[in-house]
């Protein structure tokens, strides 16, 4: 249940570590595993004290910035064909443009199987895992 | 016609019409004590039918028998209607009074006996000894999904065919939580990986999700498990040996 104000974890190399949603996309009221959102990154990866111009010399995106993304993970649980649930102990999601394609190139993290079924296979081959 | 002669009559004959009115309502009450006479003693011997059209019946609350009472207005339901005596018997009253009998019981044990007639899946979940309980580390095997999944048994939702159990794990550093439908085809296999030390003091075992009694990844028990299993496999058969095998391989690659 993703939904605005939403903080999610980024699992993915793009830089961000945490973002906020600020819209679901598509006429939806919660976004779920595999639905798209708008988010807002609110921390970098590894911004440390002394500053994140040298830390941000290779992260794509910075703090502020405004990205699509698709989650990946939630704590809502989540109902399968066959009356399994899933359900994992953090929101999660992975950055992408407005194209579809992965902001980053790597994908740190388990992502739910839903994927697959809204065509997000860009993201399942770059994940290390799949549940 | 009634009206001219009392205007006409002298108040000197008041008297006299009062006394008429006394002698006629004391004739009257004869007549009724005479009747309610006669009508103890008929319906003894016969009861008179109730008549039907444009009539209501009044059970009345002393003597508790029914009288009968004119409409003032025609009745909406139609005299043809049939009566409650009348209807058939599947809705008479003893039929009624008996409690209808739950239907779900054996609609679930019908359901459970087509989808598990070994009868195994509801041995390993039943309340006796060797079955799993909450807290055993189990693994379960999907058809349409690769990889077994496995996790402590945190909770047993026991809904006749609808039962389903709750596996706890950590995949990458993240836990996940898993529903499975016991009696599901797809489910190929629940196989117990490694038992409780202790019996667990509560039925559901959600407290697992606190940082602090999370029992994290059961990677490594079920590692072990496989191991100990390939070796007792291969000393048993052939055929089971090669099957521990591939679970092997699927270790490796993964």
Known sequence: ?131 | MNATPLVRRPLGCLKNSLRQARQLKESRLLVARGMATTTTETTGSEAPPPPRHHVFQIIDRKTKKTRTAFAIYKPAIKPSLPTLKELPPILSPPKLNKPPSNPLPALHAEQIKKMDPTGARTRLFAKTRGAARVGDILMVTHRRSGEPFSGVLIEIRRRGIDTAILLRNHLAKVGVEMWFKIYNKNVAGIEIVKRAKKRARRARLTYMRKAKHDRCDVSAAVFAWKKTRKVTTIKASAKKAAKGGKNAAGKKAK
């Open chain 1, 1 to 131: 249940m993703i939904q605005l104000k939403t903080m999610l974890n980024c699992i993915d190399n793009s830089g961000a570590a945490i973002v906020e949603c600020i819209q679901v996309v598509g006429q939806k009221r919660h976004a779920s595993i595999g639905d798209r959102i708008v988010c807002v990154v609110q921390k970098q990866r590894g911004a440390g004290a002394e500053g994140m111009a040298a830390a941000s010399n290779a992260m794509k995106v910075k703090r502020g910035d405004i990205r699509h993304a698709v989650v990946v993970r939630t704590r809502q649980m989540v109902n399968r064909r066959d009356g399994s649930v899933i359900r994992f102990d953090d929101n999660a999601c992975v950055l992408i443009n407005k194209a579809g394609d992965p902001v980053g190139t790597r994908v740190n993290g388990i992502v739910g199987q839903e994927l697959r079924k809204k065509k997000w296979s860009k993201i399942l081959s770059m994940a290390p895992m799949q549940a």
